[in-house]
C-alpha cells in the first residue's frame, strides 16, 4: 500500500520560506512523476512543480524563480523548497505520485503545469501554508 505524508508546512511572513517534504512509502513504480499541487478553499487545486524519474523538473509559471522541487535519488522523499512566499501562496499542498504519462503531458500538452490533470494515482493528506502580509 503506497502513502504519502507530507511535513514542513506552517505560518510565515512575506518574503519568508518554508521547505515542504512528503515521505513516500510502499510500492511505487520506478518512473513514476511525482509532483507537489496546492488548493486555496473554493478554487481549483492547481499544479505547482513535477518531477519525472530521471530529476527532470517542470514549475508552474507562478512558481519560477522561488520554488525548488526535488527528490532523494531512492524517489522515496519529495521536496518542495519555497522562497520569497506570497499572500497569494497561502494553500493547502499536496504531493501526489501519478503515472509517468502525467510528466510527459507537462512535456508536450505546451501548457502551464498548473493546468496538468489532476488524476494522480496516490495523494498525501495535505500541509498547510499561510503565508501573511
Known amino acids: 500500500q503506497v502513502q504519502l505524508v507530507e511535513s514542513g508546512g506552517g505560518a510565515v511572513q512575506t518574503r519568508g520560506s518554508l521547505k515542504l517534504s512528503c515521505k513516500v512509502t510502499g510500492n511505487v513504480a520506478g518512473d513514476a512523476c511525482m509532483g507537489w499541487f496546492r488548493q486555496v478553499s473554493g478554487k481549483e487545486r492547481e499544479g505547482v512543480a513535477l518531477?519525472?524519474?530521471?530529476?527532470?523538473?517542470m514549475v508552474a509559471d507562478f512558481a519560477k524563480g522561488r520554488f525548488t522541487i526535488s527528490k532523494e535519488n531512492a524517489g522515496n522523499t519529495l521536496y518542495l523548497q519555497m522562497n520569497t512566499l506570497t499572500p497569494e501562496d497561502t494553500a493547502m499542498y499536496y504531493c501526489?505520485?501519478?503515472?509517468?504519462?502525467?510528466?510527459?503531458?507537462?512535456?508536450?500538452?505546451?501548457?502551464?503545469?498548473?493546468?496538468?490533470?489532476?488524476?494522480?494515482?496516490?495523494w498525501g493528506q495535505g500541509t498547510q501554508v499561510t503565508v501573511s502580509s
Open positions: 501526489a505520485v501519478g503515472p509517468k504519462e502525467k510528466c510527459l503531458w507537462a512535456y508536450y500538452s505546451g501548457k502551464d503545469v498548473s493546468q496538468v490533470p489532476g488524476d494522480f494515482t496516490y
Open positions: 518531477i519525472d524519474k530521471d530529476g527532470d523538473i
